[in-house]
């Protein structure tokens, strides 16, 4: 690919929400280092947060108000826009202000400066991730996340639990990296191609001529680089440890942005075989034989059209049935909300093996992360909020949580029953728009007996949330002093609660967003 000729203007345009993170993130360092050194942690840390959040709101004017731009380098698309990246971007620029605003109140670090910058400079990898179309890009927004991640989890100093936690992150972070770009270079040798719809076609024929067993290892090894992104199992080993050891806004930014952007690409990645299934369909060089005439190809082909789902469904039915089960014998809420991210993950992944032949299936599977990372957010908003009251994360911590603050128990009533899928919160929409997108992909008795086992492990969750529940509102508390929040704080989880209720009451609300950016 020659790249003598590229229009920097438009890459310029088309990167504008990235650089909008960057500018903010360079004005949070000059200000507190410069005019703040020498004033209160308070005034510092609450500077820092809104002037990130001021950043995230120009990114996301970049992405709505200005008309949809990609970048394109030659016939390859670099960067996409519209579809699940817009929807991704505005995500991720949403959910980190979010994160910001719960550092409001929060002591954790003497450098808040940093901490933004660095939060900042990891979401700008997160807009990459969501609209990169290319594996060389893919891989750099992958690492710019990542190492914001690694540095974030360690950001609580005096904690030798976030120390530990960061340097497991780190090393199984290393270790993913090495198999994705060893995957990506095997990619790249046998389709000749770094973009990703080129990617497709070239293994594609690559299989036709005797290389399925080499597609089939770099495709393993792409798994497993992106399979530790989204924490499915058996890459999943970090996430118990990150989450219980970052400080809890950091720990709701990795649960939550990190999971909306890897996603994105995944989304991306189906999109890219189901693009080159139908021109392949209609050129006449695979013939399929649909269930009638004009009826959709079904999702079957050779190569990595046929290797990538099977690939999805075993990491889909491990990170369910493992996530589930270890959830059940956590008594540390963190550690109960990472494995329950494991399991989340494995619903996800099931609805891209069934990825569908029109955009019902990639709003299904955004509408879900959007929501999850909304509630996971508040989640560990109000663990935070525990945490410094109490000195403790465990769930003895929650006992007579509705005497000491009413408030902070209906929203923790709220946000766990939503990860549960219990109607009318927005949880139960975006699990049964899932599983419905699944079964209208797929009739076979395959697709049906995976969204029964996800239904029922479903169920399963619900005991263990219910744990929490129970303490905050049956178990009666050792102490009844008042736990106050910082107004803040309140006014976020308040509204996450609230917009978990609307959403969940009127769901069209959410989908018809999610479906304006694919008009």
């Not at 942690?41 to 002037?51: G, I, N, S, Y």
């Not at 990296?177 to 040798?189: D, E, K, P, V």
């Not at 009844?480 to 769901?507: D, N, Q, S, W």
Request: charged share 10%; proline share 4%; with cysteine.
């Amino acid at each position: 690919m020659n790249y003598a000729g590229l229009n920097y203007a438009a890459l310029f345009q088309a990167t504008l929400p990235e650089t909008a993170l960057e500018i903010a993130a360079v004005a949070v360092l000059f200000v507190d280092l410069a005019f703040l050194r020498r004033s209160g942690q308070k005034l510092r840390t609450d500077v820092a947060a809104w002037l990130g959040v001021l950043g995230c709101i120009a990114g996301i004017w970049a992405v709505c108000a200005l008309p949809w731009r990609g970048f394109s380098a030659g016939n390859d698309v670099l960067l996409s826009a519209g579809g699940s990246a817009g929807v991704a971007q505005v995500a991720v620029l949403v959910l980190t202000a979010l994160t910001l605003l719960l550092l409001v109140g929060c002591e954790f670090t003497r450098n808040p400066g940093e901490y933004v910058a660095v939060v900042l400079m990891a979401a700008a990898g997160g807009l990459i991730i969501a609209a990169a179309q290319d594996l060389l890009i893919i891989f750099i927004g992958l690492e710019l996340l990542s190492l914001g991640l690694y540095v974030l989890t360690a950001f609580a100093k005096k904690s030798g639990q976030s120390a530990e936690a960061a340097i497991k992150y780190y090393l199984f972070g290393g270790m993913s990296a090495a198999f994705l770009l060893f995957g990506f270079s095997l990619l790249y040798g046998l389709s000749g191609s770094t973009s990703l719809p080129r990617v497709v076609l070239g293994t594609y024929l690559a299989s036709a001529r005797g290389a399925a067993p080499l597609l089939f290892v770099a495709l393993v090894m792409v798994a497993v680089g992106l399979g530790f992104k989204v924490a499915a199992v058996p890459f999943h080993f970090w996430a118990p440890d990150a989450y219980e050891g970052a400080p809890a806004p950091a720990a709701a930014f990795i649960a939550s942005v990190s999971k909306v952007a890897s996603f994105a690409l995944l989304i991306s990645i189906s999109d890219a075989i189901l693009q080159w299934m139908g021109m392949l369909h209609m050129t006449g060089r695979v013939t399929f034989s649909g269930p009638s005439p004009g009826a959709a190809p079904p999702r079957v082909a050779i190569g990595f059209v046929s290797l990538w789902p099977l690939i999805l469904i075993v990491l889909s039915v491990a990170s369910m049935v493992l996530g589930n089960l270890a959830a059940l014998a956590q008594s540390s809420v963190r550690r109960l909300l990472a494995y329950s991210a494991i399991a989340h993950a494995g619903y996800i992944l099931l609805g891209l093996a069934f990825f569908g032949w029109s955009n019902v299936s990639a709003q299904a599977i955004l509408y879900y992360v959007l929501t999850y990372g909304l509630t996971t957010i508040g989640a560990f908003g109000v663990v935070g909020v525990v945490e410094r009251a109490t000195g403790s994360g465990r769930m003895e911590a929650f006992a007579g949580l509705h005497k000491r603050n009413p408030w902070l128990a209906a929203v923790t009533l709220i946000l766990f029953l939503s990860l549960a899928g219990i109607p009318p919160l927005v949880g139960f929409w975006a699990k049964f728009n899932l599983f419905a997108a699944v079964l209208t992909a797929s009739h076979s008795p395959v697709s049906i007996g995976l969204v029964a086992l996800a239904v029922a492990f479903s169920a399963v969750s619900l005991y263990y949330y219910l744990q929490v529940l129970k303490r905050a509102y049956v178990m009666p508390g050792t102490d009844e002093a008042p736990i106050r929040m910082h107004p803040v704080t309140t006014v976020v989880l308040v509204a996450i609660a609230a917009a978990v209720v609307l959403m969940g009451c009127f769901p069209g609300l959410l989908q018809g967003w999610v479906a304006s950016f694919y008009a």
